[in-house]
C-alpha cells in the first residue's frame, strides 16, 4: 500500500510527513504524511489501535517520533514538547477527560490563556490597575467560551461535580482558550448519547473558521459526516484512504479494515 | 493574666503557621513533603544574623538577604535535588530533602561553628499595657506580618494567574504543560516562595531563641503537626490549625507546665493521624506522599 502523500501548499497550516513511531517491536505509525489546511476539519478514522491516538500524542508533542517531521505554519514542532507545542498553537481535548477537576469551570478556561496579557506580582498584590483589567478580560473571555459551548451557567461550578457532557464542553471551551491555530479533538464524542452528539457536531462547525485547522479523532461515522470534509483513514499505522465522508464510506480498503476488526461497530 | 500567654500564643502560632503554608505550597505543587524545610528557617537567621553582624548595614536589608539566602538556597535544592528525581518513587524524593536538611546543618555547623549567635529584633522589644497585661511588640510585630503574608500568600494562590497555574500544575502537571504552562519554571518559583517563607519564619523568630543550627527543627515539626491537624489539602485550614496549635501549647505551657507543650502538640497530631486522618478541613496525609 503506497502512501497517500498529503499535497504541501501555503495554505496548509499542519503538514505531517513521514512520521514513524515505533514502540519496541511495534510500528504505530509508518511513515505517516497527512496535512490539514487552514480552515479546514478534517476526520481521522480508524480501528482501535490503527495509531490515531499515537499520532494524537505526536502532534501536541506528549510523544516525540522516530522518523518524519511535523511542521504547523512552516515551522517543526519538537516531539515531547508539550508546552512548546500549545504556545505554538496546537491544542488538544483528551479522549478521557482531564479537566482540572479541583477547579471551577471558569478557572479551567482562563488557565490556558497563555496569550493573555499578564500583570506583574506587584500589581496583584496591589490590586493595581493592570492586575484588575487583566483579570477581567480574562474572565470575559472565559465566559465568552463558556456562552459558545452552551455550558455558562457552570462557570462558578467546580469542573468535577459537572455531568459528563458538560465537561467535554468545558473541554472545548478550555482548548479553545488557547487561541490555537490547530485543534485536536481526540473522540470528542465518546461517551454521548444520540442528542448530546449532534449538539456537539454542531458546536465543531460553529467553532470552524478560516484560520483554524481541526483534526477530529472520532469513530461514529455520522458524526465525522456531519463534521468533516475530509476524511483520513489509518490502519495498522499506514494511510488507506483519503477523500471526502462518502468517498472513504466506499473504499474498498476501508471496508475490508472495518469489517476485518471485530472491535468496531459504530 | 490570660492574655499574655494567649498573646504568645498567637505570636508563635504565626511562626508556626508562616511554616505550615510553606510546607504546603510545595507539597501540592511537586508532591513532595520538604523535611528539609524546618533548615531554611535556619539558613535565613543566620545569614541574617551574620550580615546584621558587619558595621553600617542596617538590619533590615540584613533580614532581607537572610530571606534571599533561604529562597535561594531553595531553588538549588529544586535544581540540585528534586528535578533529577522527579520521575523516581516518591520515597527516594523523600529521603532526598531528609538528606538535604542534613547537609544544610552541616553546612551551617562548619560555616558557622557551635555558638549560638544572636539576631535583634526588627521591632524595639517594649512591653505595652493591653487590658490589664503586659504584651510585647516583638509578638505582636510576629502576629501582624505572619498575618500579613499568609492573607498575601492565600489572595495570589486564589486570586492571579500565578495561583491558577500553580493550582494547575499540583492538579495535573501533565495537562497543564499542554495549556502552554511552564511547569517547571512554576515548580522553582513555589520553592523559592517556600523556602523564602521559611527564611522569613527565621527572622522573625530568631530574636526569641538564639541562632543555632537546630533553630527550624522543632518549628517545622510543630507546622507538620499543623498540616496533619488542619488537613493537608486546604491551605487556610492549616494556618488556622497552627495558630490554634500555638495557643492551646502556650496555655498549657502557662498553665499545666512547660514540658507539657510538645506533649500536647505531638500527643495531638498522633490522635489526628488516627481517628481524623483527612484533618479538620480537608485532604488525607499520604494521598501525595
Known amino acids: 500500500m503506497s502512501q497517500l502523500a498529503a499535497t504541501t501548499s501555503t495554505d496548509q497550516a499542519l503538514v505531517i510527513s513521514g512520521l514513524t513511531r515505533r514502540f519496541g517491536g511495534v510500528t504505530a505509525l509508518n511513515g505517516v504524511s497527512l496535512g490539514v489546511a487552514l480552515g479546514e476539519t478534517r476526520a481521522l478514522i480508524g480501528p482501535n489501535g490503527s495509531g490515531k491516538s499515537t499520532l494524537i500524542n505526536c502532534v501536541s508533542a506528549v510523544d516525540r517520533w522516530d522518523e518524519g517531521t511535523v511542521t504547523l505554519g512552516g515551522a517543526p514542532i519538537k516531539g515531547r514538547d508539550p508546552v512548546g507545542a500549545a504556545r505554538r498553537g496546537i491544542s488538544r481535548t483528551f479522549q478521557t477527560l482531564r479537566l482540572f477537576d479541583e477547579m471551577t469551570v471558569l478557572e479551567n478556561v482562563m488557565v490556558a490563556m497563555h496569550h493573555a496579557r499578564g500583570y506583574g506580582l506587584f500589581s496583584a498584590i496591589t490590586l493595581g490597575p493592570r492586575f484588575r483589567k487583566a483579570e477581567n478580560r480574562m474572565r470575559h473571555e472565559a465566559r465568552e467560551l463558556l456562552a459558545l459551548t452552551g455550558v455558562e451557567r457552570d462557570a462558578e461550578r467546580q469542573a468535577g461535580t459537572l455531568p459528563y457532557g458538560h465537561r467535554r464542553l468545558v473541554e472545548i471551551a478550555r482548548s479553545l482558550a488557547l487561541k490555537p491555530t490547530l485543534l485536536l479533538l481526540d473522540e470528542p464524542a465518546a461517551g454521548l448519547n444520540d442528542t448530546e452528539t449532534a449538539r456537539l457536531a454542531e458546536l465543531v462547525r460553529r467553532i470552524a473558521r478560516p484560520d483554524l485547522s481541526i483534526l477530529v479523532v472520532e469513530h461514529n461515522m455520522e458524526f465525522v459526516t456531519s463534521v468533516a470534509s475530509q476524511v483520513t483513514v489509518l490502519d495498522n499505522g499506514n494511510i488507506i484512504a483519503e477523500g471526502t465522508p462518502a468517498e472513504v464510506r466506499e473504499h474498498p480498503e476501508v471496508l475490508r479494515a472495518y469489517l476485518g476488526s471485530s472491535e468496531d461497530d459504530k | 493574666m490570660i492574655i499574655q500567654p494567649l498573646v ?63 529562597a535561594f538556597a531553595g531553588v538549588a535544592m ?33 560555616i558557622w561553628g557551635p555558638n549560638p549567635r544572636t539576631l535583634p529584633s526588627l521591632v524595639p522589644n517594649v512591653s505595652i499595657d493591653f487590658l490589664g497585661s503586659r504584651i510585647s511588640t516583638v509578638s505582636l510585630f510576629l502576629i501582624v506580618i505572619s498575618a500579613v503574608l499568609i492573607v498575601a500568600l492565600h489572595l495570589v494562590l ?13 492538579v495535573d502537571s501533565d ?20 523556602t523564602g517563607l521559611a527564611g522569613v519564619a527565621g527572622i522573625l523568630v530568631a530574636p526569641m531563641f538564639s541562632v543555632t543550627v537546630g533553630l527550624g527543627v522543632l518549628i517545622a515539626l510543630k507546622a507538620f503537626a499543623a498540616c496533619v491537624i488542619g488537613g493537608f489539602g486546604n491551605l487556610p485550614g492549616a494556618a488556622i490549625a497552627a495558630v490554634g496549635l500555638g495557643v492551646v501549647e502556650n496555655l498549657a505551657g502557662t498553665f499545666i507546665g512547660t514540658d507539657s507543650k510538645d506533649l500536647i502538640a505531638f500527643g495531638l497530631m498522633i490522635a489526628f493521624l488516627i481517628v481524623r486522618p483527612q484533618g479538620i478541613f480537608g485532604a488525607k496525609v499520604g494521598e501525595k506522599l
Open chain 2, 78 to 110: 529544586e535544581r540540585v535535588t528534586y528535578r533529577p528525581l522527579r520521575n523516581k518513587p516518591h520515597a527516594s524524593m523523600i529521603i532526598s530533602t531528609v538528606a538535604v536538611g542534613i547537609v544544610l546543618t552541616q553546612a551551617a555547623q562548619l
Open chain 2, 175 to 194: 495537562t497543564a504543560q499542554l495549556m502552554g504552562i511552564r511547569t517547571g519554571r512554576l515548580v522553582i518559583i513555589a520553592f523559592a516562595i517556600s
Open chain 2, 158 to 170: 486564589t486570586k492571579t494567574r500565578l495561583g491558577r497555574q500553580l493550582e494547575a500544575t499540583s
Open chain 2, 8 to 70: 504568645s500564643g498567637l505570636a508563635i502560632g504565626g511562626i508556626y503557621a508562616l511554616l505550615a503554608v510553606s510546607f504546603l505550597l510545595t507539597y501540592r505543587v511537586s508532591g513532595v513533603l520538604n523535611f528539609a524545610q524546618g533548615e531554611f528557617v535556619m539558613v535565613g537567621a543566620f545569614v541574617a544574623s551574620t550580615v546584621a553582624g558587619i558595621a553600617g548595614i542596617p538590619l533590615i536589608a540584613a533580614a532581607l538577604l537572610g530571606v534571599g539566602a533561604a
